[in-house]
């Protein structure tokens, strides 16, 4: 129901947008958010918005650098990754929170898209 793409290879410095479509009918009913996984890590959070695209929640090691935004009438939410460092490099997973509480706990989304990768070379 998510399709994440937009990853690649880039350098320190460098920018790369996100993006993630849902092809379900309810997705303006649902906040959304970016999560990544480094190998041999946790799935940690970078970054959420509500459902009306007002309300935006950052991770500390991405505030600043990275833009959350979402199109409800087209069903996409995007990530702009910029000032990218090596330490960013890891599969970025968009995901869909239908339930209240935290934007930044991962156990309160429900449905995952399949992931990006972004590598980000020094």
């Known amino acids: 129901q998510l399709q994440a793409s937009g990853g690649g290879l880039v350098q320190a410095g460098g920018s790369l947008r996100l993006s993630c479509a849902d092809s379900g009918r309810t997705f303006s009913s649902y906040s959304m958010g970016w999560f990544r996984q480094a190998p041999g890590q946790e799935r940690e959070f970078v970054a959420g918005?509500?459902?009306?695209?007002?309300?935006?929640y950052y991770a500390d090691s991405v505030k600043g650098r990275f833009t959350v935004s979402r199109d409800n009438a087209n069903k996409m939410v995007y990530l702009q990754m910029s000032s990218l460092k090596p330490e960013d490099t890891a599969v970025y997973y968009c995901a869909a929170k239908g339930v209240p509480g935290s934007a930044y706990d991962r156990d309160k989304y429900a449905v995952w898209g399949q992931g990006t990768q972004v590598t980000v070379s020094s």
């Open positions: 918005i509500n459902r009306g695209g007002i309300n935006t």
